[in-house]
């Protein structure tokens, strides 16, 4: 018993690697753009190099679904490694990439692989944390992706010191040997208890599958809940650093470091305090995580009224460290909360439509903020983002209501 208690720290531990490779990897390209562009020249147009940064985010947007499906049916430690290893070769082949074509089905191959990790993961987690670790155990888990994302930053740095082809090679044989460990120490779990002489009964089709998420009320609830955040969730990633500039009357080599850093720190802080208490409200009250949760996104209000309408160093910095810390709770709550009302026979699939909506949503709000941008109406638009997530919180805390810490079928 107690060894298994040590093992289940130890996925946590093999998968904060994958997560930060995830993460770090997808976000290279976009800060070695100026060391690119001297060998592919249809990078030095910003239309070409948003073609390459999209086809990227609407095939992970597509596969999401499809990744999580594929999670409920096969072994999961299979799909982790082999999404790793091709993810990780695709990355080490864009740094012997020449043209602008290789890059962009390079980068769409990127969208596939990188998509049928994240269900597959969070569903395996689950499996191995119940009730008293799970949401501390994701909130670690996301923090790989907080350190991937602020360690992808870096690309430019490596690149400047050795070559852009480097940098994708030295970071793509990392993953594949990466893989190799998770080949040796990751093991499969499934939590399907059968009697002995039972009769093993097969896993549901696609239709089933898919037929009970959508009849079940409480799961389109989360995928709204889910989706609204992401709104200012993926505008925050990627018009953060212009907002600081614009409202702080700074350059973007200050402006970018200071909001990064400070929307990485505070999300850091804010998964691992928001999994700890969920974990610990669950067992006193069974709605523990939603309300965790909500106080998490609750932060995230005043928030966006103030990062978008504040002209002061404090206000500013203050705001995202709130909204960071804020989202941090939320985001360590999702996959929780599913388990209360989805069984672990679909919750990757669950999952996985709900990244799907995710994804897309940042996708427009991300064209959104571009033309709020050209107008002049960034902080604006970004106070206004605060009157939906008061929407979803309203709707969260009025419907759901789970019956159960973990939901079992009958």
């Given at each position: 018993?107690?060894?298994e208690g ?16 995830n ?8 800060t070695?753009?100026?060391s690119m562009?001297?060998?592919i020249?249809e990078l030095?147009?910003?239309t070409?190099?948003?073609y390459?940064m ?5 095939i992970?947007g597509?596969?999401s679904?499809v ?6 049916r096969i072994?999961?430690k ?5 999404s ?5 070769a695709?990355t ?8 602008f074509?290789?890059l ?5 191959l ?8 994240i ?8 499996d191995?944390h119940?009730?008293?670790?799970r949401?501390?155990a994701?909130?670690?888990h996301?923090t790989?992706?907080?350190m991937?994302?602020?360690l992808?930053?870096f690309g430019a740095?490596?690149?400047?010191a ?6 994708f090679?030295?970071?793509?044989f990392?993953?594949i040997?990466?893989a ?5 120490f990751?093991k499969?779990?499934?939590n399907?208890e ?6 093993i009964v097969?896993r ?13 009320i409480a ?15 993926w505008?925050?990633k990627?018009?953060m650093?212009?907002l600081?500039s614009?409202n702080?009357h ?13 929307i990485a720190?505070s ?9 700890y208490?969920?974990?610990k ?5 069974i709605r523990?995580?939603i309300?965790?949760?909500?106080i998490?996104?609750?932060l ?7 990062v978008?309408?504040g002209h002061?160093?404090?206000?500013v910095i203050?705001?995202a460290?709130?909204f960071g ?5 939320f985001d ?5 909360i599913?388990?209360?009302f989805v ?6 699939s ?6 799907m909506?995710?994804?897309f ?6 064209d959104?903020?571009g033309k709020?941008t050209d107008?002049g ?6 106070a206004m983002m605060s009157v939906?997530?008061?929407?979803a919180?309203l ?7 789970p ?7 009958q």
């Amino acid at each position: 018993m107690k060894k298994e208690g040590t093992y289940k720290w130890m996925v946590v531990g093999l998968l904060w690697g994958v997560a930060l490779l995830n993460y770090m990897d997808r976000q290279m390209l976009s800060t070695m753009k100026p060391s690119m562009m001297i060998d592919i020249a249809e990078l030095r147009s910003a239309t070409n190099f948003g073609y390459l940064m999209a086809i990227f985010l609407w095939i992970y947007g597509f596969m999401s679904p499809v990744s999580g499906i594929i999670a409920d049916r096969i072994n999961r430690k299979w799909l982790i490694v082999g999404s790793l290893f091709v993810w990780s070769a695709v990355t080490l082949t864009m740094g012997l990439a020449t043209s602008f074509n290789q890059l962009y089905w390079l980068r769409a191959l990127m969208g596939v692989s990188e998509a049928l990790y994240i269900p597959a993961a969070l569903s395996l987690i689950a499996d191995y944390h119940q009730d008293k670790t799970r949401s501390l155990a994701i909130g670690i888990h996301m923090t790989g992706l907080y350190m991937g994302q602020a360690l992808g930053g870096f690309g430019a740095t490596i690149a400047a010191a050795f070559s852009w082809q480097k940098t994708f090679m030295y970071f793509g044989f990392a993953g594949i040997f990466y893989a190799v460990i998770l080949i040796l120490f990751l093991k499969e779990k499934r939590n399907t208890e059968v009697e002995p002489s039972a009769t093993i009964v097969p896993r549901p089709s696609v239709f089933k599958g898919l037929t009970v998420l959508f009849s079940n009320i409480a799961f389109w609830i989360i995928v709204f809940y889910f989706a609204v955040p992401s709104l200012p969730g993926w505008g925050v990633k990627n018009w953060m650093p212009t907002l600081f500039s614009e409202n702080l009357h700074i350059d973007m080599s200050r402006a970018g470091p200071m909001s990064t850093i400070t929307i990485a720190a505070s999300s850091f802080l804010g998964v691992i305090f928001g999994g700890y208490l969920s974990d610990k409200w669950v067992q006193q009250n069974i709605r523990g995580r939603i309300y965790t949760s909500a106080i998490g996104l609750s932060l995230t209000i005043p928030a966006l009224i103030l990062v978008g309408m504040g002209h002061s160093m404090l206000a500013v910095i203050g705001a995202a460290f709130c909204f960071g810390f804020g989202y941090g709770m939320f985001d360590a709550n999702n996959m929780p909360i599913l388990c209360q009302f989805v069984s672990a026979k679909h919750r990757a699939s669950a999952y996985g439509l709900m990244n799907m909506v995710g994804v897309f949503a940042g996708a427009l709000i991300t064209d959104w903020l571009g033309k709020s941008t050209d107008a002049g109406n960034l902080g604006k638009d970004f106070a206004m983002m605060s009157v939906i997530i008061v929407m979803a919180l309203l709707l969260n805390l009025f419907f759901l209501r789970p019956k159960s810490k973990e939901f079992v079928d009958q």
